[in-house]
């Protein structure tokens, strides 16, 4: 049977110098040492306990969690364009029938749906959202078409 000073022993790990030589060595064993080294270094937390492998440990599933998060937000995202371009084809059967304050709202609608997209980017972990170009046009355009419909309707 073995001692708790042998289950104490397996349970320590050793205090490295955490810095970018040793990230280096340790990322010369993945796939991508290059992308290994500059992810791990990019991140702040790689360095918030100098020395500990263990924690280092951790980081390395925290940005796993931060990847996987992100690509459900885009996939929400997704589903949020999908929505507005049902939305948004519906407005020409409101416009058809001259019901422009419903077209408008029924815009108004799918742009805020967006913007509901740019906002999940903001919740941790913060990051700048990938499609921010494409959702600020998309925006601005509807405000073009709030400013059309406002003037039809007077």
Do not use: W
Request: hydrophobic content about 40%; some cysteine; charged content about 20%.
């Amino acid at each position: 049977m073995a001692s708790p000073i042998n289950y104490l022993s397996i349970l320590v790990i050793p205090l490295l110098k955490l810095d970018d030589a040793y990230l280096r060595s340790l990322c010369q064993k993945t796939s991508d040492p290059n992308f290994c080294f500059t992810t791990l270094k990019a991140n702040p937390r790689t360095f918030a306990a100098s020395g500990d492998l263990n924690h280092l440990g951790l980081v390395t599933i925290a940005i796993l969690i931060d990847t996987v998060q992100d690509k459900t937000r885009m996939e929400n995202c997704q589903y949020d364009y999908n929505n507005a371009l049902k939305i948004l084809r519906d407005v020409y059967a409101s416009f058809s029938t001259q019901n422009y304050n419903g077209a408008k709202s029924l815009i108004i609608n799918a742009g805020n749906g967006l913007a509901g997209c740019d906002q999940s980017y903001k919740d941790p972990p913060a990051r700048t959202s990938p499609i921010l170009d494409a959702l600020s046009k998309v925006l601005k355009k509807r405000d073009i078409a709030i400013v059309v419909f406002n003037t039809i309707t007077g």
